[in-house]
């Protein structure tokens, strides 16, 4: 009696999660593997279900999100006839166009964290930071002085880190932030009591906003591993990061202050002061792009998606991590059959080794298909990036992967201005001037062993 009891409550947990998977997975062969599994297993197959299958990241975020922010963007204003291809962020983001009245790019920490510093020292009224990884080195001490210094000045000054990007790159800065009584928070922090961590729903973002009037963005952390110049810095990572003043900035503040509202509740002022001037000549029109899994879409991968597929001229893009899930790759490969000039840089040699495993194995797909893939010697290459044709360019947080553009916060800029274009196009240029394309059948020739390590790390690419 005891065994039948059993055999019909492992059969009604397989079944549950069975039809469980069968209703709520979007990928047909995902639904397929795990329905088969439960079924077969009726023990392991719905405990494994529950504690991996179970895709809990949307529904935790939108729980971590639940309260719209204080402050929403108006509707779109109208697009100029020249930006066309405008129209595909606004209707993927719902949100305008902004100006920019200056922009600069800046390579490597190098040149980035001695012009973050200098507005941090000149700063006389506000001061938000936002990091994916902020450590407690010889970078990240300047960075405590000057904001101490600052707020010591009588500005306001907000830091923002993501919790497990703290933890898992050390030294830690929260320590120091608070002997210099500093106001910080952690987003999503990691806890023992009550349990919470959360592998996904990381704050990926990286935001300094000053004074209401200007904007950083990019892929750089608060790391001295960005000293690419310092010989004393062992493997240093290359990155690309923009200078911003305009309008576009409101769009930044608004997007620190809803982050700081879900991750303290505390609602920052409202500081917003910039209306466009007719006399302030535009350098660029910008759109910022928020994207998190507490979205409905996928708001970057639809923006790509969408820009792959206007190009006519060139696509060329560089990212660190490169594991595109199939509709980009269709994406890449129609531009390339309709003719436009298409080049992918990514690193020679990832920093995460099974990212750059499974990179390594769904190459050989990708360049047997035809798409010019470069890849860039040391040192690592960290920057984001994307130009189509000669007027429209795309940089940010976010990486072509599944982690990037389906669990994490990212944010993309997009500015379509010729100017920022041809620079990144001179960017792309010199970088490529390192690589060589990789060629197919060399893809064949690696070590059988180092193939199906590559094989087996890649089945874990969406969440790499």
């Known amino acids: 009696m005891l065994n039948l009891l059993i055999s019909i409550t492992l059969g009604l947990l397989s079944t549950a999660a069975a039809i469980h998977a069968l209703t709520t997975k979007s990928d047909s062969r995902s639904a397929l593997a795990w329905v088969s599994f439960c079924l077969l297993m009726p023990l392991i197959g719905p405990i494994a279900y529950l504690l991996f299958g179970i895709n809990r990241t949307r529904s935790t975020a939108q ?3 639940s309260t719209k922010p204080t402050l929403e963007e108006g509707e779109p204003a109208p697009l100029s006839e020249r930006h066309s291809r405008a129209m595909i962020g606004q209707r993927a983001s719902n949100k305008k166009l902004a100006g920019c009245s200056a922009i600069r790019f800046l390579e490597n920490g190098d040149a980035l964290f001695p ?10 009224q506000s001061v938000y930071l936002c990091s994916y990884i902020f450590q407690h080195d010889q970078i990240g001490r300047q960075f405590v002085s ?11 000054v907000r830091i923002l880190v993501d919790g497990l990007g703290e933890l898992a790159y050390p030294p830690r800065v929260g320590r120091a932030l608070r002997e210099a009584n500093l106001i910080f928070a952690r987003f999503d922090p990691v806890r023992l009591m009550p349990p919470s961590l959360h592998i996904n729903l990381r704050n990926h973002r990286k935001m300094l906003i000053i004074d209401h009037r200007i904007a950083f963005t990019g892929g750089h952390n608060i790391s001295a591993k960005h000293l690419v110049k310092d010989p004393a810095i062992k493997s240093p990572a290359r990155d690309l990061q923009v200078r911003l003043e305009g309008p576009i900035v409101d769009d930044f503040e608004r997007a620190f202050r809803a982050d700081w509202l879900r ?16 006399s302030t000549p535009v350098k660029a029109e910008a759109r910022l792009i928020l994207d998190g899994p507490n979205e409905d879409s996928d708001k970057l991968n639809d923006v790509l998606l969408g820009v792959f597929s206007s190009a006519k001229e060139r696509l060329w893009l560089i990212t660190p991590y490169f594991l595109p899930e199939k509709d980009l790759v269709g994406a890449l490969t129609a531009a390339r059959l309709r003719g436009v000039d298409v080049r992918i840089l990514i690193p020679e040699r990832g920093n995460i080794h099974l990212a750059h495993w499974a990179s390594q194995h769904s190459l ?7 798409l010019p893939v470069y890849q860039v010697p040391a040192p690592f290459i960290h920057s984001k990036a994307l130009i189509i044709d000669s007027d429209y360019s795309l940089v940010g947080s976010a990486n072509i ?3 990037s553009l389906r669990l994490n916060f990212e944010l993309g800029l997009e500015l379509f201005s010729s100017e920022c274009n041809l620079w990144l196009a001179n960017y792309l240029r010199s970088l490529q001037a390192e690589t060589q394309r990789l060629d197919p059948e060399a893809r064949e020739t690696r070590h059988y062993l180092i193939r199906l390590r590559d094989a087996a790390a890649w089945l874990f690419s969406p969440y790499l």
């Open 115 to 124: 012009a973050m510093l200098t507005d941090i020292k000149t700063a006389k």
């Open 263 to 278: 991750s303290t509740g505390e609602s920052l002022a409202n500081s917003l002061n910039h209306t466009p001037d007719p």
């Open 364 to 370: 050989k797909r990708l360049v047997a298909d035809g």
């Open 63 to 65: 729980r971590l999100y």
């Open 401 to 403: 992967d599944p982690r």
């Open 146 to 156: 000057a904001l101490k210094d600052a707020q010591g000045r009588g500005v306001d």
